[in-house]
C-alpha cells in the first residue's frame, strides 16, 4: 500500500462499536497472528472467549483504551485497532465461560506463557510508583501493512496513555514486524522467550512452535531518537 492513496482516520472505539472491534480482531488475527496460530482456536470459539474479556465490566473498551483505524477513501473501512489494558486490573478480568477441558489447557498454558514472558517487567507493573500500560494486540489489515499503521495506533495510544498519567508501557511482540514498529518509537527489548522451550509443570504445551516472543518497555518520560 501507498500511504499516498488513503486517508487513515484513527479513533477510540465506542461502547457501541465493541462487536465490529471483536471482529476485527479475530479477522485480522485468526489464523495470522503467530501466537493465536500456536493457540489453535477455532474463529467461533476466539471470539466467544474474546467476546467475554471485553463484555465484562471495567473492559478495556468501556475505560477507553482501543482504537480503530479506518480507511477515509473506502467508505471508512475498518483496516487496523489497538487494544490495550491496564494489567493491574486484569485479575478482575473473568475467566471466559463453557471452555472444553483442551481450551482451559491451552489458555493456561498461555497464561503461564504470559506470566513468564513479563517476568523482567514484574516488579514494576502494578506497583505504586509505576502505572504500566500493556498493548495487548495491535493489527493491521492484509494490504495497508508498511505504511506505518501500526505505528501510528500506537502512538495514539502511548501519547493518550501519557496524558493519563501512565508511566511505562509493554507489548509481548510475536513478528519482527511488530518488533520493528515498537523499536521505531523508543521500546527496547528486556527478553525473548522461544515458546518451544516453555514448560508448565514438567511439560512442553507449545514444543511444536517455532516462534519466539519478545518482551518490549518502554519508559513514557523518555522520547523516541
Ligand atoms: C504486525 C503488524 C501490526 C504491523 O503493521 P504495519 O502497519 O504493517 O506496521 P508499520 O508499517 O507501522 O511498521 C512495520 C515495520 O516492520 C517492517 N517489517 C514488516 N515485515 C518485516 C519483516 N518480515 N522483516 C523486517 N521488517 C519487517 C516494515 O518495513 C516496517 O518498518 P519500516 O517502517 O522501518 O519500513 C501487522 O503486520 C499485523 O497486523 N500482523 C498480524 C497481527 C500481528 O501479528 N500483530 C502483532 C501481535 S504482537
Known sequence: MHRDHHTICIDRVHPDETETLLNLYVDLFHDREPLT???GLSRERMIAVARSMYMANANPISRGFCWMARDGNAAMREIGFIACDDPAAE????VPENLTDHERERISALLALMEEIRRPGKKRIGSEADKCLHIAAVGVAPGYEGAGIATSLLQKALA???????THAFSECTSIASRKCHEKIGFQSLHCVAVNKFSVNGAYPFSRSTLAICLLWKDLAKRAC
Do not use: I, Y
Open 37 to 39: 496460530k500456536c493457540l
Open 160 to 166: 493518550d496513555a501519557t496524558a493519563r498519567g501512565f
Open 91 to 94: 485479575s478482575n478480568q473473568p
